[in-house]
């Protein structure tokens, strides 16, 4: 409820509300746009002395696919290029990503996976045969971008590899062969191949994706078919000593239940007897959309205040779907040995009016910035258990971090969200207990803030908040316990639109500003958050 009746009390609230309007000159612009109603005033405490569990740094990964410019255009341009790269990747592209240090890639796909055959990427490019891309609009693919591309890519980039292999149309023996040349430092036929493509030490490959989405694009499976496959497939799995990848297994979008049940009852998913190996990890992939129609899910920006809240309300439900996913793996892995790693997620709307159909090429807003801020600390909460999400995708397709347009290149408001979390990657969660207020717009309800808290691997306590209300301020007091704050700083994510968006003619409109709005009463920490905004504080 607006004006919440939990407030208990702090004697210098007028001064921390005289404080909230003490705000950056670019916070205070666009907090004029919203409406002129009194912040609520909200009450938390943070427990500084009461360490969680880790945050992984995977949870900040990425997705790339041979979809759209996601790849070719996107991150490669090829040496010929007049676009500056290095051996073909673009180096602003390569710059922007190792920036926000990008823990971890998956590739190739998605549906594209489930039909790739590697031979077709390797060797000398102009030798590589070209195929239709099938399932992403029909176009050439020229296989330019193949395997030695995408793992100097991910060491160019520090990130770990996470290989997406076919099951649909694959065969468990091309997967050996293809981790045996990638993989083999010995003397057979294959490791020899890889040598004379250029590369004479063994890649390593992190994390194996065992299908995608296999209940779909992957093969239509039923979930009894697919743990045989999964059976089928792990028994092949061969690596050297120390080289071996950890495995994932292809699971359920959305609210499929059934399909995580059943993975999960089946000894050889949960022990895999076989080999020692051991699944790392089962997959879940969601995406948050404005209407449930999926011809008509609504556009990226221009959109109505009602769109705001409904995507708003479908990223939220990422956590119901992450609790009651987990609660049945809880039943068989009671340990939380095997993790959820949500491999596809994030805001999908109609694609950009005339981009190339089945592009999914679509501009990215501060909704999307509150989309990311809201699922990651979703993510944060469910640690325990989530421990990789790689959002889609990492360029030019869906949720990008970035977008291209020939030698242009913007960052979206989503990658100065990753950019704003950095601090949250390998940190410690730390319980924030909040009183969240609510937002409410016609029969739609939602909290208005959404917080975590964490201590870095710097020592620093850091808190991120984020308004998802687009034209109510909110005034937040925090009471912090086990930790004597000297001084508070932090960055701004925010705007007078709800659509505001960075263009390749204005790249600049959207990004973190230093944030005023914090100020430090004894052990109480006052917030003023500005509406529609995200707030990462340092407390130092
Ligand atoms: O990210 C786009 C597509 O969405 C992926 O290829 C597929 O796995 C999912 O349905």
Not at 91 to 99: C, E, K, T
Not at 149 to 172: N, W
Not at 295 to 324: C, P, Q, V, Y
Not at 331 to 350: M, Q, S, T
Request: aromatic fraction near 10%; charged fraction near 20%; proline fraction near 5%.
């Amino acid at each position: 409820m607006r004006g919440s009746t939990m407030y208990r009390g702090i004697t210098t609230v007028a001064g921390a509300l005289a404080m909230f309007l003490w705000i950056a000159p670019a916070v205070a612009a666009a907090a004029a746009g919203a409406a002129s109603a009194e912040p609520a005033l909200l009450h938390a405490t943070l427990h500084a002395d009461q360490p969680g569990p880790k945050i992984d740094r995977n949870i900040y990964g990425q997705f790339a696919e041979h979809l759209g410019r996601g790849i070719y255009e996107g991150l490669w341009v090829g040496e010929d290029s007049k676009i500056a790269n290095t051996r073909g990747y673009r180096n602003d592209v390569l710059a922007a990503l190792r920036h926000i240090h990008v823990p971890v890639i998956r590739w190739p796909g998605g549906c594209f996976a489930d039909d790739y055959n590697w031979r077709d990427g390797i060797g000398p490019r102009a030798q590589r045969p070209v195929r239709v891309n099938s399932i992403w609009g029909g176009v050439t693919e020229s296989n330019a971008f193949g395997t030695h591309e995408f793992l100097e890519f991910a060491e160019l980039v520090g990130a770990r590899s996470y290989l997406s292999i076919p099951v649909g149309a694959g065969t468990p023996l091309a997967m050996e062969q293809w981790l045996e040349y990638i993989l083999s430092d010995s003397q057979s036929t294959l490791a020899q191949e890889r040598r004379r493509n250029g590369r004479d030490a063994p890649f390593k490959v992190d994390y194996l994706g065992v299908g995608n989405e296999s209940w779909g694009c992957g093969g239509q499976m039923r979930p009894e078919h697919y743990v045989d496959e999964f059976r089928d497939y792990t028994a092949f799995v061969r690596a050297p000593a120390g080289q071996m990848p950890k495995i994932v297994a292809s699971g359920a979008a959305d609210d499929n239940y059934r399909w995580t049940e059943v993975l999960m009852a089946d000894p050889v998913v949960t022990q895999m007897p076989l080999w020692g190996h051991s699944t790392e990890a089962i997959s879940l992939h969601y995406y948050s959309t404005p209407s449930d129609d999926w011809n008509h899910k609504g556009s990226a920006t221009g959109f109505t205040a009602e769109e705001w809240a409904r995507t708003l309300s479908k990223a939220l439900h990422m956590d119901e779907l992450i609790a009651k996913h987990s609660a049945i793996m809880d039943k068989y892995d009671p340990e939380r040995r095997i993790a959820l790693f949500v491999d596809e997620w994030g805001a999908w709307y109609d694609q950009e009016l005339g981009s190339t159909p089945g592009f999914l090429y679509q501009q990215n807003s501060l909704r999307d910035a509150l989309v990311a801020a809201v699922t990651l600390n979703i993510f944060h909460a469910h640690a325990e258990r989530v421990r990789m999400a790689n959002i889609a995708q990492m360029i030019n397709v869906l949720q990008a971090m970035i977008l291209t347009d020939k030698e242009k290149m913007v960052l979206t408001p989503t990658y100065h969200v990753f950019d704003m979390y950095q601090v949250f990657q390998d940190a410690t969660r730390l319980p924030l207990e909040i009183e969240a207020g609510s937002y409410v717009l016609g029969k739609l309800q939602l909290p208005q803030l959404s917080a975590t808290a964490a201590r870095g691997s710097d020592g620093v306590v850091h808190i991120a908040l984020a308004n998802l209300d687009p034209q109510h301020s909110a005034s937040l007091s925090i009471a912090v316990a086990g930790l004597a704050v000297h001084s508070v700083n932090g960055r701004v994510l925010t705007s007078a639109a709800m659509d505001a968006h960075n263009t390749f003619d204005e790249p600049h409109v959207l990004e973190p500003g230093a944030f005023n709005g914090a100020s430090l009463h004894g052990s109480q920490l006052v917030v003023g958050l500005p509406a529609k905004s995200v707030v990462v504080l340092d407390l130092h």
